[in-house]
């Protein structure tokens, strides 16, 4: 059996720990600003329990971290970067599809985790944190249906029975006649639509709140952004005549008082746009279609551009936290 306190933890692991740091200090950040404002005591219990995972995680990666000679990253911090005492940004059924969204990208994470781990000890953790989000996951839709704010995905006829491609006609897109979707390319593009528009919410909110004008025009270009994609998804599914998710804009008050620093704000939209990076290359990995591939290549690219811009920002202001790197053997080489 291994000793844990025997083994070193790998570059996977490290990269695992360190990006859930970040994160779950974001969160905890957004979660201490949403309970001074949430009235509904279904939602304020979700964002509770959420709120003491988060805490939970952060003390017990700050111990795998310095039990390694690690420096504990920097994260977020509630005396820089939140005032909770801000007027309400955001209307609880925005909060409710918030942590629908963010329970389902923590199941994602905590997979691609799980998956990356070899240490009995971060193993344990992960599967504990994908057990715990897994609960919320539950708690969380439950609660939408309940009070009808989730939007079905759409449904289709079932055939009579299975089939195989006989033709290459399977795969046009931009030029002959089009087959019908399929449902993995029905929900792949349902999801990315149903992320796409908690992304364009936050960027309205965001948008009215930071302080710095390059900050707010990037957020501004990535509403726009957001806002295209949308549209473009939208435009497949009405050729198809599917019903598209709603969008949850106009659950944004109209408060220009910033309840979060620009680097949380800037943080906030560089992992969302990360994340639809990742999202939209697993769709184009499964799609079939010519031209959903050639829209998911030219959104991809656009949103690469974005991501790196916001990332130029980041580091003009000093807000672009290093993760660890390798030794420099070159420069320790070279006596620096």
Known sequence: MEKNNLIRLTAPEITSIWTQYIFDTMSI??????????????????????????????????????????????GFKEDED???????????????????????????????????????????FYITCMNETMMLYEQTLDVMLKKGLFTRPPIITPPKSYDFVQHQTFLTGWFGKRRPLNVMEIGDIFFNMTKMHLHAALKVGFSQVAQAEDVRQHIKRGLGISNKHLRVFESVFNEEHLPSPVSWQSMVTNSTTPPFSDKYLLYQIQLSTQLSIGYYGYALSVNSRRDLGVH??????ELMK???DGANIMIKHGWLEQPPTASDRDSLSNGK
């Open 29 to 74: 950040c957004f979660f201490k600003y949403a309970l001074q404002h949430i009235e509904d005591p279904d939602v304020k219990t979700l964002y509770q329990t959420s709120d003491e995972l988060s805490k939970k995680h952060v003390q017990e990666i700050a111990q795998f971290m310095l039990n390694e000679n690690f420096p504990v990253p920097y």
């Open 82 to 124: 939140v005032n909770a005492n801000a007027p309400r940004l955001f209307l609880d059924p925005f909060y409710l599809n918030y942590i629908y969204i963010m329970t389902l990208q923590g199941l994602t994470g905590y997979s691609l985790s799980v998956s990356t781990a070899i240490r009995p000890d971060i193993r344990k």
């Open 296 to 301: 998911y290549v030219r959104l991809i690219l």
């Open 306 to 308: 974005f991501a790196e």
